[in-house]
């Protein structure tokens, strides 16, 4: 008998501890709400799932605020739905994202009210295979034997050399070569017209017929004339 009224007593103490927990629980559940989402496979990209297309592995569904401020996140390996719950009434985005998939609807925005559940499908169609990267053209590698380095070496020593050459060179040619100086005016070479004329006036000299000289006559005798006396005086 005792038993039995220790088993009412605690049955009381746990209603009376219970109730306000369960008050609380039905506050929330009339002030929050829920939303659900799910991926599958629009093989009609008609927007609506149809009896047999499967939902989609490896989707990430992505619950924002604004359409820009992230608020919650779930990635859904098996394919599995997914429900955001105890959200505070307000109006939020939901998308989905997947590097396998190509969503055949974009992000869905919707006004959440207190107590509300909402369910939302996304259909999305598998990505086209990339192809594969073409292959690189393999690359020419030469051993570094003795005999290489020697080589190069030698072609190193060469090109320095010709290089140091050239650069006498000029230096040679602006600074230390000596060129002929002018001839005089009085020695240069006649050219052009100049030398013509002098041709043609050696050959007109040439072609006069030539005369003795006349010999001069000594001073006492060629002006004796001069000194006689005139007959007449």
């Given at each position: 008998?005792?038993?039995?009224?220790?088993?009412?007593?605690?049955?009381?103490?746990a209603?009376?501890?219970?109730l306000?927990?369960?008050?609380?629980?039905?506050?929330?559940?009339?002030?929050?709400?829920?939303?659900c989402?799910?991926?599958y496979?629009?093989?009609?990209q008609?927007?609506?799932?149809?009896?047999?297309e499967e939902?989609?592995?490896?989707?990430?569904?992505?619950l924002?605020?604004?359409?820009n401020?992230l608020?919650?996140n779930y990635?859904?390996?098996?394919g599995?739905?997914y429900?955001?719950?105890?959200?505070?009434?307000?109006?939020y985005t939901?998308?989905i994202?997947s590097?396998?998939y190509?969503?055949?609807?974009?992000?869905i925005?919707?006004?959440l009210?207190?107590?509300e559940?909402?369910?939302y499908?996304?259909?999305?169609?598998?990505?086209?295979?990339?192809s594969?990267p073409?292959?690189?053209?393999?690359l020419t590698?030469?051993?570094m034997?003795p005999?290489v380095?020697?080589?190069?070496?030698?072609?190193?020593?060469l090109?320095?050399?010709l290089f140091?050459c050239?650069?006498g060179m000029?230096?040679y040619?602006?600074?230390?070569?000596?060129?002929?100086?002018?001839?005089?005016?009085?020695?240069?070479?006649q050219?052009?017209s100049?030398h013509?004329?002098?041709?043609?006036?050696?050959?007109?000299?040439?072609?006069l017929?030539?005369?003795?000289?006349?010999e001069?006559?000594?001073?006492?005798?060629?002006?004796d004339?001069?000194?006689?006396?005139?007959?007449?005086g």
């Amino acid at each position: 008998m005792k038993t039995q009224r220790y088993k009412i007593a605690f049955g009381l103490i746990a209603a009376l501890l219970l109730l306000p927990l369960a008050a609380v629980c039905a506050q929330a559940e009339l002030t929050t709400g829920t939303v659900c989402a799910l991926a599958y496979h629009d093989a009609n990209q008609n927007g609506v799932r149809d009896f047999g297309e499967e939902s989609l592995p490896e989707v990430s569904y992505n619950l924002m605020i604004a359409s820009n401020v992230l608020v919650a996140n779930y990635v859904a390996l098996q394919g599995e739905p997914y429900c955001f719950e105890n959200l505070p009434a307000q109006q939020y985005t939901l998308n989905i994202s997947s590097p396998l998939y190509v969503p055949s609807v974009g992000a869905i925005t919707f006004f959440l009210r207190a107590g509300e559940r909402l369910t939302y499908e996304f259909g999305a169609l598998y990505r086209a295979p990339q192809s594969a990267p073409l292959p690189q053209e393999a690359l020419t590698v030469v051993p570094m034997t003795p005999s290489v380095r020697l080589g190069m070496a030698i072609s190193a020593s060469l090109l320095v050399m010709l290089f140091f050459c050239a650069l006498g060179m000029i230096f040679y040619g602006l600074f230390l070569y000596r060129r002929p100086l002018l001839s005089a005016p009085g020695t240069a070479r006649q050219t052009g017209s100049s030398h013509i004329a002098s041709v043609r006036l050696k050959r007109s000299k040439s072609d006069l017929p030539q005369t003795a000289p006349s010999e001069l006559a000594p001073r006492s005798t060629r002006y004796d004339d001069l000194d006689a006396p005139d007959e007449d005086g």
